[in-house]
C-alpha cells in the first residue's frame, strides 16, 4: 500500500505570496493532519480533516486555512507569506477516524522557503 | 498550554548497548502516546504506540514504558544499531490531535 504523499516536495516563495500545498493520504485513510515543523517550535499541530470537515485546529493564524475532498485528498493554503513561514509542513492520515487516538503515518513533508 | 517535552535533547549511544529516551507529558486526559522517529530530509516514521490502559507494550527491538502516575513515557531501543540514528519524537494524543515533544537526537557510536 502506498504510503502518504504531497507535493511539491520543495518551494521557494517570497513575502506577501500565497502557496498551496497538496496532501494524498493512504488508500483508505479518511483523516489528514497537518503539522508545520520548524528547528525553534518542533512540530505544531496546524488542523486536522475529516470526511471533508475540519475536525480540530491548532494555534496558527487565518493566513493557513486548508480543505478535503471527497476522495480524502488535503490542501492547505497560506496566504500573505511572511518570512517565519519557513518552514517543513507534514501530512499526516490516519484511518479508523479517532484522530489523535490512532496512529498517524506522515509524508515526507514540503519544505517551504521564504524570501 | 499542554505540552509533551523530552528530559534530554541529545543521547550517545555506543553501538550494541540499549537506548532509552524519555518523555514526559503534562495533559492527563491524553489516552494514546506515540513514538516517531526522524531521518534527515524524512517525515517522522511510526515505532510503536501505547494506549493509557497500558503500562508496556513490546515491538522488535524496542518496548514502551508509560507510567500515568508521574506522566512519564519512554522508549527502549534494544541493541542499538547505526541505522538508529535519528531523532525521536514523542507524541501524545487527545482530541483528534496529536501534540510533540521537542525531540531527543540519538548519535550511535561504532
Known amino acids: 500500500k502506498a504510503g502518504v504523499t504531497q507535493t511539491p516536495r520543495y518551494l521557494i516563495k517570497t513575502r506577501g505570496q500565497q502557496v498551496t500545498l497538496s496532501c494524498s493520504p493512504i488508500?483508505?485513510?479518511?483523516?489528514v493532519s497537518w503539522y508545520q515543523q520548524t528547528p525553534g517550535q518542533g512540530l505544531q499541530f496546524l488542523f486536522e480533516?475529516?470526511?471533508?470537515?475540519?475536525?480540530n485546529k491548532g494555534n496558527f493564524p487565518g493566513r493557513f486555512s486548508g480543505r478535503q475532498f471527497s476522495n480524502s485528498r488535503s490542501e492547505m493554503n497560506v496566504s500573505t507569506l511572511e518570512l517565519g513561514d519557513s518552514a517543513l509542513y507534514l501530512c499526516?492520515?490516519?484511518?479508523?477516524?479517532?484522530?489523535?487516538?490512532?496512529?498517524?503515518?506522515f509524508g515526507p513533508g514540503t519544505r517551504l522557503l521564504v524570501l | 498550554g499542554e505540552s509533551v517535552g523530552l528530559h534530554l535533547p541529545t543521547l550517545s549511544v555506543q553501538e550494541g548497548d540499549n537506548s532509552i529516551i524519555n518523555c514526559a507529558y503534562s495533559?492527563?486526559?491524553?489516552?494514546?502516546f506515540i513514538w516517531y522517529k526522524q531521518e534527515s530530509g524524512k517525515g517522522p516514521q511510526f515505532i510503536i504506540d501505547?494506549?493509557?490502559?497500558?503500562d508496556k507494550r513490546q515491538g522488535q527491538r524496542v518496548t514502551v514504558l508509560l507510567n500515568k502516575t508521574v506522566k512519564h513515557l519512554s522508549l527502549q531501543i534494544a541493541a542499538t544499531q547505526p541505522g538508529d540514528s535519528a531523532v525521536y519524537f514523542c507524541a501524545e494524543g487527545y482530541d483528534y490531535k496529536l501534540s510533540f515533544g521537542a525531540g531527543t537526537t540519538v548519535t550511535v557510536r561504532a
Open positions: 480533516y475529516f470526511s471533508e470537515t475540519q475536525r
Open positions: 495533559n492527563s486526559a491524553s489516552d494514546y
Open positions: 499526516a492520515s490516519s484511518g479508523r477516524g479517532q484522530g489523535g487516538r490512532e496512529t498517524q503515518y
Open positions: 501505547i494506549r493509557s490502559n497500558m
Open positions: 488508500s483508505g485513510h479518511r483523516s
